[in-house]
């Protein structure tokens, strides 16, 4: 018997549309619906949609089947030969284990923790050992694929967008440093929720959760919050974020009022709005 031909490349393009706009849009039930015919059109051969279809479950507290459709397809353990890269109607197979080995593990890890399930939380993670240098390989890989896919870009001009873009996301290295610290602070582990609260920082320093943790817990003295701070990666635009994270973390000193003031220049000069400028707080 013949197999069924393969769905239209406009129509597979159109349910990812679909499902992503179903999910900015909270229609959780929906996306879930979609995302479900758009891997059956693909039989399960496209990592970019499986993930995309447990991100719909996920959104949609279906914890158990996005483990199971993860499990089915052994996207938590390096990726199956049966599973392509990304999204693969433009051909560019296994040209990264399961799309992205990492994001598959921060949602596995996710569905355990909403679920209370901490030690599978911590076991699914790892020791992170590897964490960043995966990352780097892995998103470099999906970034390709996913931009010759999606709009025909030549994987040589990449290079050059990838300098011009300001998008910032937060990295996935960060991401699961943070869920690591979260499993071990469910576990009561606090020393261990600290060190992983501080990677995950110093690994993104945009991923506030970790140093909201660190500070509400009151994991750090005056000293280390100093320390921890004064070395995180900022670039020279940023440094209003180290500034904000000094004022909300700085509770054993009294605040040099003098250097905040002229911080407070600079960000108004960086575009924050004159209301952050001291000239207009008189």
Known sequence: MDAPPAPPRRTLLKLREVVHDCLDKHLSDSAVFFAD????????????????????????????????????????????????????????????????????????????????????????????????????????????????TTHGIEPGTIETRDAESTTKSISLTSALRLLRGEAHAALENKPAARVWFTKALTADPFCYQAFEQLI??????????????????????????????????????????QSSLEMLEEIGKVGFGSGFSSKNNG
Request: hydrophobic share 35%.
């Open 37 to 148: 015919k758009l891997v059956s059109m693909t039989a399960e051969t496209d990592a970019g949609d499986i993930f995309l279809y447990c991100q719909a479950l996920f959104a949609g507290k279906h914890f158990r089947r996005a483990l199971t459709v993860m499990r089915r397809n052994e996207l938590l353990s390096g990726g199956s030969d049966t599973v392509r890269a990304g999204h693969g109607v433009g051909g560019h197979d296994n040209a990264a284990p399961a799309g992205g080995t990492l994001r598959f593990k921060l949602l596995a890890a996710r569905c355990f923790a909403a679920t209370r399930e901490w030690d599978e939380c911590l076991a699914v993670l790892g020791d992170g050992e590897a964490d960043e240098e995966t990352e780097t390989s892995e998103m470099r890989s999906l970034r390709s694929q996913q931009l010759e």
């Open 216 to 257: 509400v817990n009151h994991m750090l003295s005056a000293d280390e919050e100093r320390e921890l701070l004064s070395g995180l990666n900022f670039s020279e635009e940023d440094e209003w974020l180290r500034f904000l994270y000094t004022t909300m973390g700085k509770k054993y000193d009294e605040p040099d009022v």
